[in-house]
Every structure is written in C-alpha cells, then in structure tokens.
C-alpha cells in the first residue's frame, strides 16, 4: 500500500533563511511524487512534482525538491524564505497508471518576519 | 480557459440530510476525481469518473455517490450526513484515468452538517 509520511505538523522559520519541509513515501514501485500548497479557505495549488528523470526538480514560486529514492524522501526546500510562504504544504504520492493520489497529513509552514 | 471549478461554495446541512455538490473540469479533460479533506487532515480519494462511470473508488460507504455527464461534469452526492461528514470537498479533473500527474484541482466545496 502506499503511503506518505510527513513527520512535522509545523515548521518555524525567519523570513530570508532557508527552509526544508520534510516528506517520506512508500510504494511498491516507481513513484509519482508531489507537493502541493493550500492557504486558508482554498482549494490545492499545484507547486512540484517527480515523475522520472533528474532527481532534483523546480516548481512555481522558487520552490524546489529531492528525489532520494535510496532514503524515499522528497524533501521540499527553498533557499530564502517568504512571509507570504506561509501555508499548509501537502506531500502526495501516487503510481504510474494509477487513479488516485495519497496525501499525507501536512505540515503548516510559519515564517516570521 | 477556466480551470477547474465547483459549486456551492459553501453550504450547511442537517445530519440526515442528502447534499449535492458539482464540478466543471478544465477544458480539454475528460476524468473527475473527488477527494475530501477533513479540517487538520490531508485530502482522502473518494472515487474517479470517466465516460460516464466509476472507475475507482476510495475507502467510503455507500452514501457517497456520484455521476458524471456527457459533457464531463460530475456530481457528488452524499446521503444521510454525519457530523463527521464537514470537510472540504475538492474535485480534481484530468485526461485520462492514469494521468494523475497532470490533475488539477478546483478550489473546493465546504460542507458543514450540524
């Protein structure tokens, strides 16, 4: 079965230092892999996905993520943190051919100014 | 081009009571998944639409159903509401029923049951 793991419920960084939020999955094969970012009273917002290919990959708002597959992480990283990044991040997984993400619990994202 | 978009907004039941809440997908799509989104939780798959039927299904009773019309617009209804069922309703639309990678989703139905 698959699963993802997102072992913080909330992350507390200072506007310009870097920030990670962690993600770990499990699948029984080659993963899709997402993130996905939600603010208050709205629907998701698409920000990055692994689908093959180079295990380091860009999104939309300077935002970026490593595919280990070796540690099955795809942490989410940004080099210098916004105020206006503070959100609810979702780490999702899914399978080639398949109907259906899974998402994990996600993690609240604070940044101080 | 319109995305993905879904109506009500927001509304609020009854327990007991039946509710109906639709989703356009975004032109070009033809697939329409719903997924619903307990307050602190993330997003749980709830069943997938093409060509008119269920193709999968996620792990919810039988009061959740739904339908999917010709022009692809679907419809979720739920039957007999629980308190438990107040989450945010989110439909996701897509070409073809593997291609997750390439869903969007819309910004989401509130369902509050008191």
């Known amino acids: 079965a698959q699963s993802v793991a997102q072992p913080e419920d909330q992350v507390n960084v200072a506007e310009g230092n870097p920030l990670t939020v962690k993600c770990t999955y499990s699948?029984?094969?080659?993963?899709?892999l997402f993130w996905y970012v939600q603010y208050p009273n709205r629907g998701l917002q698409f920000l990055l996905k692994?689908?093959?290919?180079?295990?380091l990959v860009k999104g939309s708002y300077g935002f970026e993520a490593e595919f280990n597959k070796s540690q099955t992480s795809f942490h989410l990283k940004k080099p210098s943190a916004l105020v206006s990044d503070s959100a609810l991040y979702f780490c999702a997984v899914s399978l080639y051919g398949a109907s259906k993400i899974i998402f994990g619990s996600g993690t609240r994202l604070s940044i101080r100014p | 081009d319109a995305g993905v978009t879904q109506s009500p907004t927001h509304l609020i039941k009854t327990r007991g009571q039946q509710v109906t809440l639709r989703c356009s997908p975004k032109s070009g799509h033809d697939t329409v998944s719903w997924y619903q989104q307990a307050l602190g939780q993330g997003p749980q798959f709830i069943f997938q639409?093409?060509?008119?039927?269920?193709?999968q299904r996620g792990n919810f009773p039988d009061r959740f159903s739904g339908h999917q019309f010709p022009n692809y617009s679907s419809e979720l209804n739920v039957n007999a509401l629980l308190l438990g069922d107040s989450a945010l309703y989110l439909c996701a639309s897509s070409f073809g029923t593997g291609r997750v990678y390439e869903q969007y989703f819309g910004p989401g139905t509130r369902l509050t049951v008191t």
């Open positions: 699948v029984s094969g080659n993963p899709y």
């Open positions: 639409y093409y060509e008119e039927e269920e193709r």
């Open positions: 692994y689908i093959t290919g180079d295990n």
